[in-house]
């Protein structure tokens, strides 16, 4: 899926919101912020841990998406508009190491979108790690071959 240039806009109108909840100078929190999206009705909802909803917004791309596998499609496009927000991002005041994660109707994780610290860490995800087991196992068969 192809994200148009109205739903970026829509995606960082939203995550400038929630920014807005946590602005510089406030004292920091303990929080993560969870993303749920709804495929029928388009709708971002943002959350923090106690489940208050920080934020909602409807990407009108997204309404009644006929793509089946939605999430895997709509998680690099999150990431990517989080990435290009990151010096908002980082100015929010919640407690470090926290992240931004892309949650299901039950508030399940389904992954993590970015992972903000002090530090400069890296999630690794998606296809770089799909085919990691095969590579491990040919690997271990060819070092024992020799």
Not at 45 to 54: I, K, M, P, Q, W
Request: aromatic residues 6%.
């Amino acid at each position: 899926m192809k994200a148009s240039a109205q739903t970026i806009q829509q995606i960082e109108r939203a995550i400038r919101k929630v920014a807005a909840k946590y602005p510089k100078e406030a004292d920091p929190v303990l929080t993560d912020i969870h993303m749920l999206v709804k495929p029928d009705t388009g709708e971002i909802r943002t959350y923090n841990d106690d489940d208050s909803e920080l934020n909602r917004c409807v990407v009108e791309q997204w309404i009644n998406s006929p793509v089946e596998d939605f999430y895997a499609q709509v998680a690099p496009i999150l990431t990517r508009c989080l990435e290009q927000l990151r010096d908002v991002i980082d100015d929010m005041s919640v407690l470090r190491p926290f992240s931004f994660v892309l949650v299901d109707d039950d508030h399940e994780t389904i992954c993590d979108l970015i992972y903000i610290d002090d530090e400069q860490t890296m999630i690794l995800q998606g296809d770089l790690l799909q085919d990691l087991d095969d590579d491990l196992d040919d690997f271990m068969k060819r070092l024992m071959e020799e």
